[in-house]
């Protein structure tokens, strides 16, 4: 694949890289401050953190604790004020845009608490897109695959205007593991379902995420998503106060 190749030859020339294939997310003293019209907000405030491949790390804390914001630090959506952020080896923090959307398209997927499917596009093309922008030539196939995977063949078809809320859910699932992420986000990703549909999107996200040997960082205030995770990280005013 010519993208590793070129990041693998970048970053033999970086004096940073420690060669971590043993680590998938690693926070070094992460700080983000925004601009709001109030002045200036301490975000993030100093984030250690190391997640080894394969793990399965539940982020919980209160409301404006800073949750969403480090996932999209750890996804190269947001950058940090200072610290440095590395995902499979890779300082995120020194790439480029282009180079940190190729990162992002190939190695990251990501499921947003409120879907963020497109609602002009069918199930099918939702999930082809981001495999269409990741250059793959069967990305229709694949994206057919990826939603028969989540138990919706027979959607395929659908605005997501003509889904229920965990159909929608699990296409948001297909289209983020349509990549084979090394690395999966999601934010809340039951936050929206009922108790029953819930748990059907968890031991469908905890079963892609075996089959694809993913590491999973999942935000969560439900205590049932929570308890499957063996790691929980907890944030407290954009700190990490229990992991
Ligand atoms: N673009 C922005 N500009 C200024 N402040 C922001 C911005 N985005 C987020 N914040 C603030 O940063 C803090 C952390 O927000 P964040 O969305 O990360 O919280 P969270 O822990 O995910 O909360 P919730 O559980 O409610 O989703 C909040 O106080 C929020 O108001
Ligand atoms: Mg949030």
Do not use: W
Not at 53 to 64: D, L, N, Q, T, Y
Not at 87 to 100: F, N
């Amino acid at each position: 694949m010519s993208l590793r190749v070129r990041d693998e030859g970048r970053r033999k020339g970086m004096a940073t890289s420690s060669g971590d294939d043993a680590v998938m997310i690693r926070l070094s003293d992460v700080h983000l401050k925004l601009a709001s019209a109030a002045g200036e907000v301490n975000i993030l405030r100093g984030l250690n953190l190391n997640v080894a491949p394969g793990e399965r790390v539940g982020v919980a804390g209160p409301s404006g604790s800073g949750k969403s914001t480090m996932m999209m630090v750890v996804a190269g959506l947001e950058r940090p004020s200072s610290g440095q952020v590395q995902v499979a080896g890779e300082d995120l923090t020194a790439l480029g845009e282009d180079a940190l959307a190729r990162f992002r398209r190939a190695r990251i997927g990501i499921v947003f608490q409120a879907f963020h499917l497109i609602p002009t596009m069918t199930a099918l093309e939702n999930v082809a897109v981001p495999l269409e922008f990741a250059g793959r030539e069967d990305a229709f196939d694949r994206a057919a695959g990826s939603l028969a995977a989540v138990g919706l063949a027979h959607r395929l078809t659908h605005y997501p205007g003509q889904l229920s809320g965990g159909e929608q859910q699990r296409v948001a699932l297909a289209r983020a593991f349509a990549v084979q992420p090394s690395l999966l986000l999601a934010d809340e990703p039951t936050g929206n379902l009922d108790g029953e549909t819930g748990r059907q999107v968890i031991d469908l996200m905890f079963d892609l995420a075996d089959r694809h040997s993913s590491t999973l960082m999942l935000i969560t205030h439900d205590p049932a998503l929570a308890g499957r995770c063996r790691r929980l990280v907890r944030l407290v005013d954009g700190r990490i106060l229990g992991d």
